[in-house]
């Protein structure tokens, strides 16, 4: 009798195990249905809809949400190791909207910044109840992002952060450095492809990993392509040998269509190709010049003829910004507004990259955000530019 009591007891644990897909009593059983149990494991593994909690209504408000609530939203959230902390503190969701960061971090133990901009961030999206369609995105999905761009060496920072869509679109050169993106060219690949997913309305599908059936792909599709899709084309204007050089330089469409620094020879030095195959580095620049197009190869080489010019190298890093000591006093109280910090900032749908405003239906019709440059320059002589978020 023992032994029987204690099988049923092994077997009952069994079936409430979270192993989704066991269900002997399936009605749909014979049907092929997404989900349940999965042969890989990776980013794909995530939570579906089903296995959320289904007694936090997304109609109530936060403030009314109750303790178990909030923990539950904090797991999904990708922040459950502060769950334990939360249970102590938290009495309701008004809990969290009420109190101030520095109570926040102290109560819930939050030391990594990162994670606590993503928590200020839901809760203001929370307070001022506006859904941005880059919340849709997780951290899982951001390491995939990364894989597309060309970037998959920060897969680790990122998901540590917990770095997702919301806080991409919200990322200044700060968080990068706490990231450890300290690499110029990589802040600019980060920076353009945000620009490419502003243009695209956060659709998570918006880059081209493979060839299609176009045989000359204009600008405004070149500048979707992935880092794969790069390599792809490499390997059509026969330059597969060096196509490899490609994985993890940071190199994408975005890229190389709107970062006006970004020329043949920039691709060259990435490729690794030596300066002594002269007629192999004209190959390149034919093919690069065709690919871009003629604004964008006019663009560029206005750019690189300008007055003060500084070359785009695979070398140069960035440094934090240095503070004076009549700013020391700002380091406690922090600006509220750091907009003008933002790796790509936005404005009311109005795109700002590289110092000019472009609404997001046009962002490809203008193959680059500094197209207009040269203009804005002459009309604000004496005045100091920041180009690309770095100054010059």
């Not at 059936?213 to 979707?224: A, F, G």
């Not at 003629?294 to 690189?304: L, M, N």
Request: charged share 25%.
């Amino acid at each position: 009798m023992k032994n029987n009591r204690s099988f049923k007891r092994l077997w009952g644990k069994l079936r409430r195990t979270q192993s989704g897909g066991l269900q002997s009593a399936d009605p749909d059983a014979g049907q092929f249905r997404r989900g349940g149990l999965r042969a890989t494991a990776g980013p794909r593994l995530t939570r579906t809809p089903e296995s959320y909690d289904s007694s936090r209504d997304m109609n109530i408000p936060f403030s009314q949400w109750t303790k178990e609530q909030v923990c539950g939203w904090l797991e999904d959230y990708g922040l459950g190791q502060y769950i334990s902390l939360s249970r102590q503190w938290v009495d309701s969701g008004q809990t969290l909207l009420s109190a101030s960061p520095q109570e926040i971090e102290k109560e819930m133990g939050l030391k990594n910044p990162l994670h606590r901009k993503k928590l200020q961030l839901a809760l203001r999206a929370f307070t001022t109840k506006v859904i941005e369609k880059s919340s849709e995105l997780d951290h899982i999905w951001v390491t995939r992002w990364l894989d597309d761009i060309g970037l998959p060496q920060y897969k680790d920072q990122f998901h540590e952060a917990r770095v997702d869509g919301r806080m991409i679109q919200y990322l200044t050169v700060n968080d990068l450095l706490t990231l450890k993106v300290t690499s110029q060219l990589h802040h600019l690949s980060i920076k353009c492809a945000i620009h490419v997913l502003h243009a695209n309305k956060f659709n998570p599908h918006c880059l081209r990993r493979r060839p299609g059936d176009e045989k000359q792909p204009s600008p405004s599709e070149v500048v979707q392509w992935s880092n794969h899709r790069v390599m792809e084309w490499l390997r059509a204007v026969d330059l597969a040998e060096y196509a490899p050089n490609l994985r993890g330089s940071g190199v994408h469409g975005g890229l190389i269509i709107l970062e006006p620094r970004f020329t043949s020879e920039t691709l060259a030095l990435l490729l690794n190709i030596p300066p002594q195959k002269t007629l192999l580095r004209r190959h390149l620049a034919t093919a690069f010049s065709t690919l871009v197009g003629v604004q964008a190869t006019q663009e560029k080489r206005e750019y690189g003829n300008a007055t003060g010019h500084v070359p785009l190298t695979t070398t140069a890093k960035v440094k934090p910004k240095k503070l004076g000591f009549t700013q020391f006093s700002h380091l406690r109280k922090r600006k509220p507004d750091e907009s003008a910090d933002y790796i790509c900032p936005t404005d009311g749908g109005v795109l700002t990259v590289n110092g000019v405003s472009r609404s997001h239906s046009a962002a490809f019709k203008g193959l680059s955000p500094s197209l207009d440059r040269q203009a804005e320059k002459r009309e604000q002589t004496g005045t100091k530019v920041e180009a690309n978020g770095f100054k010059e």
